[in-house]
């Protein structure tokens, strides 16, 4: 997700606890689905790779019953790791060159940052990717219990102003999903270089069922060994703001 992103849309204003006819909850998703006119070659990467990059049956319409993603079909036996809100899908196609022994599923509702990616993932000719082009939330709820080995939040939509903060990924309304899917033991790895968001990540991440890696000073400030900075880091370090890099371990 991008830190610099437009006023939000909200796509919903029905109560908790109300559903679409589909069975769907209703889910209020703040943010932006397109962008910018999309070019031509991102228009047939849309057309002719997305589907079948899929992990599979996510959307409520299409998997009423939501029935768990068969990972094993997907990616052979790989361990299986996830980065919600991939932008325009450079650390995770990175990710994916370096380790070709996993699978990774990307979920990114941006279409403009997902026809990035694909145009990625055709020119690195990887094969360990899986794109859901919608909400992290739809995907969690398929993805199986203890079925993920690696997690990334990385610069993540901040919400600055007190009101917006509940629309913050690190809520509990995200991250007990998240706990769920994750393995015992599993890494989550966040980056942001918002100082409330750093806040809001210690205070919240932890009640989900996580304990904290990072030691708090320094060692939040250095990146992670097998880090490749994004464009979103790129322009914070530009303007002057600080990066910090959290892990945290399921339990």
Same mark, same amino acid.
């Given at each position: 997700?991008?830190? *610099?992103?437009?006023?939000?849309?909200?796509?919903?204003?029905?109560?908790?606890?109300?559903?679409?006819?589909?069975?769907?909850?209703?889910?209020?998703?703040?943010?932006?689905?397109?962008?910018?006119?999309?070019?031509?070659?991102?228009?047939?990467?849309? *057309?002719?790779?997305?589907?079948?990059?899929?992990?599979?049956?996510?959307?409520?319409?299409?998997?009423?019953? %939501?029935?768990?993603? +068969?990972?094993?079909?997907?990616?052979?036996?790989?361990? /299986?790791?996830?980065?919600?809100?991939? &932008?325009?899908?450079?650390?995770?196609?990175?990710?994916?060159?370096?380790? $070709? +022994?996993?699978?990774?599923?990307?979920?990114? $509702?941006?279409?403009?940052? /997902? !026809?990035?990616?694909?145009?990625?993932?055709?020119?690195?000719?990887?094969?360990?990717?899986?794109?859901?082009?919608?909400? !992290?939330?739809?995907?969690?709820? #398929?993805? $199986?219990?203890?079925?993920?080995?690696?997690?990334?939040?990385?610069?993540?939509?901040?919400?600055?102003?007190? =009101?917006?903060? %509940?629309? =913050?990924?690190?809520?509990?309304?995200?991250?007990? $999903?998240?706990?769920?899917?994750?393995?015992?033991?599993?890494?989550?790895?966040?980056?942001?270089?918002?100082?409330?968001?750093?806040?809001?990540?210690?205070?919240? #991440?932890?009640? !989900? &069922?996580?304990? %904290?890696?990072?030691?708090?000073?320094? *060692?939040?400030?250095?990146?992670?060994?097998?880090?490749?900075?994004? %464009?979103?880091?790129?322009? !914070?370090?530009?303007?002057?703001?600080?990066?910090?890099?959290?892990?945290?371990?399921?339990?």
């Amino acid at each position: 997700m991008s830190d *610099d992103q437009t006023p939000s849309v909200k796509l919903s204003d029905k109560q908790a606890g109300d559903s679409h006819e589909s069975g769907a909850p209703w889910r209020n998703f703040y943010g932006r689905f397109k962008g910018k006119t999309l070019k031509p070659n991102q228009k047939v990467y849309l *057309d002719q790779d997305l589907a079948a990059l899929s992990p599979g049956a996510v959307g409520w319409e299409e998997n009423p019953n %939501r029935t768990n993603l +068969d990972l094993q079909a997907l990616f052979g036996g790989r361990d /299986v790791w996830l980065e919600v809100g991939f &932008g325009g899908g450079e650390h995770l196609v990175h990710q994916a060159i370096a380790n $070709p +022994d996993v699978g990774i599923i990307g979920a990114e $509702p941006f279409i403009n940052g /997902v !026809a990035t990616l694909l145009g990625k993932i055709r020119h690195s000719k990887c094969d360990n990717i899986a794109v859901h082009p919608g909400d !992290a939330r739809d995907l969690m709820d #398929v993805l $199986p219990e203890a079925s993920i080995s690696r997690a990334f939040l990385l610069y993540p939509d901040p919400w600055p102003k007190n =009101r917006h903060h %509940r629309r =913050r990924f690190v809520t509990q309304e995200h991250l007990l $999903p998240l706990a769920q899917v994750l393995k015992p033991g599993a890494i989550f790895r966040v980056a942001t270089d918002i100082p409330d968001y750093v806040r809001q990540t210690l205070v919240e #991440v932890p009640k !989900a &069922g996580f304990e %904290r890696l990072t030691v708090e000073g320094e *060692d939040w400030h250095h990146p992670w060994s097998d880090w490749l900075s994004t %464009r979103y880091e790129i322009k !914070a370090l530009r303007e002057g703001r600080t990066p910090h890099y959290l892990t945290f371990k399921r339990l």
